[in-house]
Structure formats: structure tokens, C-alpha cells
């Protein structure tokens, strides 16, 4: 995850720090006391200003704990959504209608004050992610129940209110947990509305994977038009978009029948795709290199890898001996680690 | 505490949103259908405490249900006349299936052994339902029914499947109806672990709200 701009200063900070520390321990140059006495009360007021809007890991061992924290964050969000949506299941059968309807509609609401609460009392933000989180999973559940309870048809806009819901505690509260929630649920309702021409019922459309690739690439442009947020949310927008198109073309390159376009030429759609796929990974590792977006490059790295994997499990799996396919993925390995390292010397060389 | 107010006005305005309609429409239900229910109609249940949902199970007629639903009625129903060219075709092998349409099914309940449902026509808007018909939404797909044909007069050979492209009720929506813990306990000596036929039933009446809705209005007594 990339770091926010006040980590990034205080991480140019401590590197400063070390580095006029070795200079001085190798005898390569001391700075004048008093020079060095007025850099480092600079620095020191810096971080203490930067550490009274947002909490920063100011050493290794601090970061280190920070993402222990995102994990345990992750996980906590995901035990207790689960455990919400247990403990609703177990005590469903025991409460007669109005009882029903109270658990399920009472706790989003519940939650979201909570989530102000955890955010104004903990800083760091982690407690308010788990708790905005459970809240959208809680609201989820609340839909959900409904249908039950009333024998309601199921219905897109659910995902409209809950990646709404989901949307308002991540930008209330600057949380990237939730905004995930709410791009996932607001993604799923956009992708429905392609059904709406074809005149399919509303989850009818999810075999079909040409509006994931185009809400993926709407994604990954969004955070250069929307400039709400933490600096992260514009990192989170296009990871998730980047993940949707390349997941999309890799599915599409491989199966007709996941495509719009289904029923005509299978050999035309999936090549097209195919092709279609090789441009676009190498415009998202050529663009996310030259913008330093490292979650473009990573994805667009893994979608040409899978695709060229997957092209020659197709073209060579039959054809060639088992020991002759892998040795032709070795090489394709070692030759994209060539063009890496190409394009990194390259790079150096522009700088 | 600004944006904690849109979240709960959020979840506030869906719930009164989800609710209301269907609240409203209970509260004066336009129609209701006595229906018999057997243990073959009720789906989950099987767990201490866990209330089962009440399903309409659906007929399974040889070729599907396009003598029911014309051809005129799936062009209106939103089908491209092109895709209906392969209709009773059991060779065809042309490409995707059309997406399937909702429509308005009107159902009335069979009297044989299952007790299913047999849909006796399907409409783009909702029709006026008439007395022992039920009427419901549905998602209409044109498809290759698989039908198993037993030879005549012969139990020792097992049945032939043939496949033909045919008109389907994929689900109906709502799939299953939900039931309260009163109705539950009442239908629940339908149930028996050791038998799965449908030979004991109960009388249920469904009730229709105005703009489509359907659900379990009661069950009766057992006699």
C-alpha cells in the first residue's frame, strides 16, 4: 500500500536522519552543530505537527506494528461480520415479526454512531474501519432479512443502498476498509444496470463480463476527476479497478460464453480479447512506471503473466511433452524478467 | 456527525423504502388462493428451532411449457422472433440462449399425487386473477429440456432422455415464501424423515397484495 504524503515526509525525514548519522560515523562529513541543531528542531516540530492530524510510524518497528495492525483490522472486521451474521441466523427463528425487524434494522444505525464514536476516540483509524465495516456487512444483513420477512423479489438497488451506506462512513471518516465494501457494492449495482437493455432480470448479467472491464477502467481514471478523500482512496480506486479489468479480460480471453458478444465467432471473441488484454496489461505496467503507481504496474504485471501462462497451457498443453511446457514457462519467466529489467535500466537512465 | 446522519438516513430511507410498499399491501391484501401443501412443498426446517420457507413447486411437463406460453406471447414477453426459430428443435446447437424475461405467470394447483403447480399462461402485465388460479412473477427462459420418456409397458428398462429447446420457468420471484413460527408448527407434521410422499396435506391460504405481492395469510388447523 502506498504510504500517505505526511508518512512519505516523515519516512524522507528519518532517512535523513541515518544517512547524516553514517556520513558522520564514516568520517565523510559533520555537519556544524548548530546547523545540525536547527535542522533536526525543525524536524522535530515537522513530525509533531504531522503526528497531531494523523499517527505516523516514525521507526521500522513502528511500521512493522502498522501492518500488523491492517491485518488484524482485516481479520477483525471479517470475524465479527461473520459473527453478526451468525448470531442474527441463530436467534431468527425465536423472534416473532416486529422482534425480527428491529434486529436486523436497528444495528446499522447502531454501528454508524459507533463508527463516529471509534473515530473521534481513536486516531489511527483501524478501530473505526472494523466497526464501519461490520456496520455496512450489518446493513447488508438488514436487506437481506427483509426480503424474507416480506417475500420481496430480490432487487439491484440493494447494492445501491449498502455501497451508498458503505460510501458515507469512507469518506465521513477517511476509512479505505469500507470504501472497498462500497466500490465492491456500488460496482455490483452498475454492472447489474447492463441488464436493463437486454431486458434481463437484474442478476442475469453477471456472466457477462464487458461492464466489469469498462467499471474497471472507469475505476482506475476516477481518482484523477474525484479528488475527495485521503490521499489512499485515490490508491484503492485504482487497485480495484485494475483488479476488475484484468480479472474481466482474463476470463473473457479464455471463454466465449462470459461475453456480451456470445453466439458469435468464438475463435474472433476470445482472440479479440486476448489481444486485447496484452495492450492493456502493458498500458497499465507502462503508465502506472511513468505516473509511480506501483498497484497499475503490479496488476498489469500479474494479468500478463496469467495471460501469457494461460495462452500456453492452450497452445502447447496437448502438443508438447509435459517437461517441454514448463521449460517454456521457465523462459517465459526469465523473459519477462529480462524486459523488467530493461525497462528498470531504462528508467534509471532517464532520471 | 454529519455524515453518521446520512448513514443512518441512508439505512432509514431503505428500510421504509423495502417495507413500506409491502406493508401497506398486506394490510389489505386484493385476493387470496386456498392452496394444499404436503411435506414436499417445504424447503429447510430440518434443523431444532429453524423455520422452513413454503415453495410452489413448479410442474415438469415433456417439451416445457410452450403450449401454454404461444409464441405471441414470448415476442410481447420481450424474445427476439429470431430466437424462437429454434423452439422444439432437438438438434440445435447454435449459440448463446436468449436472456430470460420476466413475466406475470397465472398457476393453478394440479390435483395428482404432488400437488404441483401447473402455470396456465403467462402475461407481460399483471392479469386479474380468478377463482383457484394463482398468480405470480417469474422469470420465462427459452432452454434444452432434458425429459425423461419411460418406454410403454416395460419398468425393467430405464427411461430415455431426449432433449428438445423448449419454453422454461426458470424460478419464480419469490422464489419460496416465508412462513411465521405458528404456521411453521402447524405445518410441521408434514414432515416425516421416513416418508417422502405427498400423501397428507394441509390447507394454506395465500394472499395477493395490490401491486403483486404474495404470502402465507394462514394455515388451517389439521382435522
Redesign the interface.
Known sequence: MAPTPAQHRADQIAAFRAELARLAAEGVATLDPAVQERIRAHHDATLAQLSATVELDLTQGEARLSAGMRIATVLGAAALSAAWGFFVAALWNDLDRPARLALVSVPPVLLAIGTSVAGARERSGYVAAIVATVATIAFAVNLAALGVLYDLPDSRHALLAVGLFAMVLAYGHGLVLPLLAGIGALGGWLWSLAALPQGRWWDGVFGQFEPLMMLGAVAIALPRFLHRGPPLFAVTYRAAGAMALVFALLLLGQSDSLSVFDGRSKSLIEGGYQFLGVLTFALLIWHGLRRDQNELVRAGTVGMGMLLFLRAVDWFWDVIPKWAFFLLVGALAFGTLLLLRRLRLAGRRNA | ????A???A??????V???GP??RE?AAPVGRATVAVCGQHLAGGWRD???PMLLLPLETPVGGWGHVIPRATLVAL?FDPDDLTALGDSLWT???WP????AWLTLRQSTDSGYRYRVVGAHVARPTAVSGELVV?G?VAIDRIWSEVPPANDSTTPPQRTSAVGVQVLRL??SQ??L??AQAAQLRPLRRTDRWDCVETLAVTLAFGARG???VESVSAPP
Do not use: F, Y
Not at chain 2, 441512508?10 to 428500510?15: E, F
Open positions: 456527525m454529519k455524515p453518521t446520512m448513514a443512518v441512508v439505512v432509514l430511507v431503505a428500510n423504502v423495502a417495507v409491502a406493508m398486506r428451532g429453524e423455520v420481450g447454435g449459440g448463446a436472456a430470460p424475461r420476466r412473477q422469470l420471484l419469490p415464501l416465508g411465521d413460527r405481492s404474495i404470502w
